[in-house]
């Protein structure tokens, strides 16, 4: 290819919001490949395989640009300006709340397009000539730890929702679990608890377990649900003993790791049964009936996809959506119509699972907060979705097709990583007016205190990898970050709710202080504080502006770190690197870390380290040095509370290799910290944020 076209591909690819030119997690410049530039281009729906089809795309774009195609929605900072887009239907505007009464409105004079925005965050309609445009209009920043009231310096501990036991649960967690870990978390001094994500995964494919590669982000998962809680232990007795699942249920529960598929069939089959039961009743039910028509369109179409997923597979069609017959690809068509009311039982059966998922979820965030929490759960949000899942079907104009989300090479893989999920389109989510993203937000705030957005980067751009790529094989594709930093600030001060970003890895050096400025708080681990030197930083010299932690679910547990278990997983893994003598390296950092939490004050006797299997003193001293950041809020993975091993993910390996998502906890909720490590971690924690 000659040196014209190259540069010709690289504006078109520039033009369409793939970046060009990058920097890795090394701060080496990089570029994107010609043939990586084509694929991405070609799955946003830009032909570039020719020099002409290059051409082509470059005034498509620009039609696009200099079109006057009115925008869906439109977002402003609260009392700022807000520059109109043209519209061909003349020049008159106004600006009305959602129950119609009139904001503001005017004419523009020829030679202005600006107009004056409410100081009133919130949803308004504006009305521009004969077009009518969503507005949102934002706050400065995100609902604030400081704007929750009695909240100073809080804390918190995360826990994994599926690892969480209490007695008869059957092998896998529930939202009963959750609400008695709040609290017994709350009796401890902790006024927040993080949650894995609760999303929907795939009820007829329980072998289908990641939490981060959920079928739809907009709902949740029914297999969290207690079927006690729903009809009492009577009828749930005498369910278990006609399907003669008692001992099954024993022997699950006392197993060390989760087995999904055994869990998942013998918790599903007590609540189709329950349901069976009550369905005469649930026909009924104002409830029920109210719960389906407030969710609308998006609840009934993951209902339908879960029907018709759990019957294609059943006849041989495992998989996504994308296996099955034509007709049924379009979720709106009158193939899925006929099946939902040929299958309306059933349909009813998975709309009935939400309806009682939210009513767990909600009562866990009710107990967290009776019991003293002050913002109480924090939920979690998935980067992206199964591309085979409900929300891509569904919502198919809003989602991306041809390409995965993933991660180049960085400190937690090497390697790189294609996590094999979609997300919405760029323009996706322009030509909907951000509906789905708005959804999703709203879906994850709507019984909680807080969230934690995966991979925060995400609002700015996303390492795409081509299907049949390699995950080196990518490209960043540009988001809309400043509109979609609005909406989130906007929805967190109409839910009260605090905002987190995971925003560790390859990040761009004006990133952290961007969402830092909109009160959306990055996170900062023990692992990653390091000094130029190799030495561990000063918690007091940790951000202010990021939420501190002592690890996370991908990275080693502070006793898996300094016994040197993670080093043995990466080395049976096969993700250690050959040309460094890792274990040698470990004691280094050992004593590194221990002469750091000497200087903080945390540990005694500098020069006398406990041995690698002494890991009592360092998990206490850990979350007592990381206690002191002047982080606004602090959160301890329940492992570094009780002073665990092994890490709930390890990103890379497959599960036949390493246990991802299936630890469970060593006791039950109610006694999961009445232990003396446990006991020492949350009293050095809470003495050490409370203190005067």
């Not at 410049?29 to 020099?51: H, Y």
């Amino acid at each position: 290819m000659n040196a014209s076209l190259d540069d010709r591909l690289a504006l078109l690819a520039e033009q369409a919001g793939i970046d060009v030119h990058w920097r890795d997690a090394l701060d080496r410049p990089q570029v994107t490949p010609s043939e990586t530039l084509r694929k991405v281009l070609r799955a946003l729906g830009l032909a570039a395989d020719s020099a002409d089809d290059v051409e082509d795309s470059l005034r498509r774009l620009e039609n696009e640009r200099s079109g006057r195609d009115v925008p869906r929605m439109l977002t402003a900072d609260a009392g700022g300006r807000l520059l109109l887009p043209p519209s061909p239907r003349g020049r008159a505007w106004r600006i009305t709340r959602d129950d119609g009464t009139s904001v503001s409105e005017g004419e523009l004079p020829s030679s202005e397009r600006e107009i004056a925005v409410p100081g009133e965050p919130g949803y308004y309609a504006l009305s521009l000539g004969d077009d009518e445009i969503a507005l949102a209009v934002a706050p400065s920043r995100c609902f604030g730890v400081s704007d929750v009231r009695g909240a100073h310096r809080p804390w918190g501990i995360a826990v994994q929702m599926s690892g969480l036991r209490r007695p008869g649960d059957g092998g896998i967690g529930d939202f009963t679990a959750l609400e008695i870990c709040a609290r017994a978390a709350a009796e401890k001094g902790a006024d927040a608890l993080a949650i894995s994500p609760l999303h929907a995964l795939f009820a007829a494919a329980p072998e289908r377990f990641s939490p981060y590669a959920p079928s739809s982000r907009l709902f949740l998962n029914g297999l969290y649900i207690d079927p006690v809680r729903t009809s009492g232990e009577q009828t749930v007795r005498a369910v278990v003993d006609t399907h003669n699942l008692r001992q099954e249920l024993a022997e699950l529960e006392w197993l060390d790791l989760i087995d999904w598929p055994r869990a998942a069939r013998a918790r599903m089959t007590i609540l189709r049964s329950v349901y069976e039961w009550a369905s005469v009743d649930l026909a009924h039910s104002d409830r029920f009936m109210a719960f389906r028509r407030e969710q609308g369109e998006p609840m009934e179409r993951h209902a339908r996809f879960e029907a018709l997923h759990a019957e294609f597979t059943a006849h041989g069609r495992p998989g996504g959506w994308q296996g099955w017959p034509e007709e049924f690809h379009d979720p709106a068509g009158s193939a899925v119509a006929a099946f939902a009311r040929e299958h309306s039982r059933e349909v009813a059966f998975h709309a009935w699972l939400q309806w009682l998922a939210s009513q767990g979820l909600e009562g866990a965030q009710a107990a967290a907060r009776d019991a003293g929490m002050k913002i109480g759960l924090i939920a979690d949000l998935a980067v992206g979705a199964d591309a085979g899942g409900s929300h891509a079907w569904a919502h198919q104009g809003e989602m991306l097709t041809g390409l995965s989300v993933g991660a180049p090479p960085d400190a937690l893989n090497r390697l790189g990583q294609d996590w094999g999920l979609t997300t919405f389109s760029p323009r996706g989510l322009r030509d909907t007016g951000f509906r789905g993203f708005i959804g999703m937000l709203r879906a994850a705030l709507a019984h909680a205190g807080g969230v934690r957005i995966d991979h925060v980067l995400g609002l700015k751009r996303l390492w795409m990898v081509p299907h049949g790529a390699g995950a080196t094989e990518g490209a960043y594709v540009r988001y809309p970050l400043e509109d979609m930093l609005r909406l989130i600030a906007l929805e967190s001060h109409l839910h009260r709710a605090i905002v987190i970003g995971e925003d560790l890895g390859t990040v761009p050096s004006d990133f952290r202080g961007t969402i830092g400025d909109k009160g959306l708080l990055g996170i900062r681990v023990l692992w990653f504080e390091r000094a130029a030197d190799g030495g561990f930083v000063a918690p007091k010299d940790w951000s202010d502006k990021a939420m501190a932690t002592t690890s996370t679910h991908d990275v080693p547990t502070v006793a898996g770190w300094w016994s040197g278990r993670d080093v043995e997983w990466r080395r049976r893994t096969g993700l250690d690197n050959p040309d460094v003598d890792e274990p040698a390296q470990r004691a280094e950092d050992r004593a590194l870390l221990w002469r750091a939490l000497f200087a903080s004050g945390s540990a005694w006797n500098e020069d006398a380290p406990p041995a690698p299997d002494d890991i009592s003193p360092v998990v206490v001293a850990a979350a007592r040095h990381v206690s002191q950041a002047p982080a606004p809020l602090a959160i301890f993975p329940v492992e570094d509370v009780l002073g665990l091993h092994e890490q709930p993910n390890l990103p890379g390996p497959t599960d036949a290799i390493h246990p991802n998502w299936r630890r469970r906890m060593p006791d039950s909720s109610s006694r999961l910290f009445d232990g003396p490590i446990a006991h020492a971690v949350c009293a050095a924690i809470d003495q050490t944020r409370n203190r005067s």
